[in-house]
């Protein structure tokens, strides 16, 4: 069965230091793989995504990288932490075909910019 | 472009009540359609879906939901909720076959004895 690992689960960061959040999942090949953020009371935000080894697409602009080194692999980086970076980041991983569309998701992390 | 609305922000439901919780969207074509369920400080869980069909669907947990075209909507239901049914309920709208998902932002539930 396919699993999904985000790590860490909590981090708190200076205003001004780097970022790395890793995402890995096991039991599939060649995944669409996804960042989301979440805020309090605003759902979920698609940041970037990927349908492929080196192929990001972004969906807002931001203080936020993301890189695919591997097939099922997923890093999202910043150069530079903002207080607004703050939140809850979650990775997660669909088929993308047609009828198998759904998303799953990873445990989070707590990002919280001090 | 496609918007999800959760118009509840926070529903209050005794143990052993049934519960519904709404969800519209606003989209040009047949969307798909997904419930998710949060606990506190945890991922997202996938409770059903709705892709083509039948418009009555069965998820995890008791849970079903049905999308009716005619008003856009696509309402999640349990006729007897749990107190570990407590938890943040997000309905979302997925565009195509790349699966990213817009999401509604929420509603909380909370199941009292």
């Known amino acids: 069965s396919q699993t999904i690992h985000q790590w860490p689960a909590t981090l708190v960061q200076p205003v001004g230091s780097p970022l790395s959040l890793e995402c890995t999942v096991e039991?599939?090949?060649?995944?669409?793989l996804y960042w989301y953020r979440q805020a309090a009371g605003r759902g979920l935000q698609l940041l970037f995504y990927?349908?492929?080894?080196?192929?990001i697409s972004s969906e807002v602009p931001q203080n936020l990288s993301a890189s695919r080194p591997q097939d099922r692999q997923f890093i999202l980086s910043s150069k530079k932490l903002l207080l607004s970076d703050s939140g809850f980041y979650l990775c997660?991983?669909?088929?993308?075909?047609?009828?198998?569309?759904?998303?799953?998701f990873g445990q989070g992390t707590r990002l919280t910019v001090v | 472009a496609q918007s999800v609305t959760q118009p509840d922000i926070h529903i209050t439901v005794s143990e052993g009540a049934s519960l519904e919780l709404r969800c519209n969207y606003s989209?040009?074509?047949?969307?798909?359609l997904f419930w998710y369920v949060q606990s506190p400080g945890q991922g997202l869980q996938l409770l059903l879906k709705?892709?083509?069909?039948?418009?009555l669907v069965q998820g995890i947990k008791g849970f079903e939901a049905e999308f009716k075209r005619s008003q856009s909507s696509f309402n999640l239901r349990k006729p007897s909720v749990h107190w570990s049914d407590a938890a943040e309920y997000f309905c979302?709208?997925?565009?195509?076959?790349?699966?990213?998902?817009?999401f509604g932002a929420g509603t909380q539930v909370v199941v009292t004895p």
């Open positions: 990927s349908v492929g080894i080196g192929q």
């Open positions: 989209y040009g074509a047949t969307p798909y």
């Open positions: 039991g599939t090949s060649n995944p669409n």
């Open positions: 709705y892709f083509s069909g039948d418009t």
């Open positions: 997660a991983w669909s088929l993308g075909q047609v009828g198998h569309t759904e998303a799953f």
């Open positions: 979302a709208v997925g565009e195509d076959s790349w699966g990213k998902l817009q």
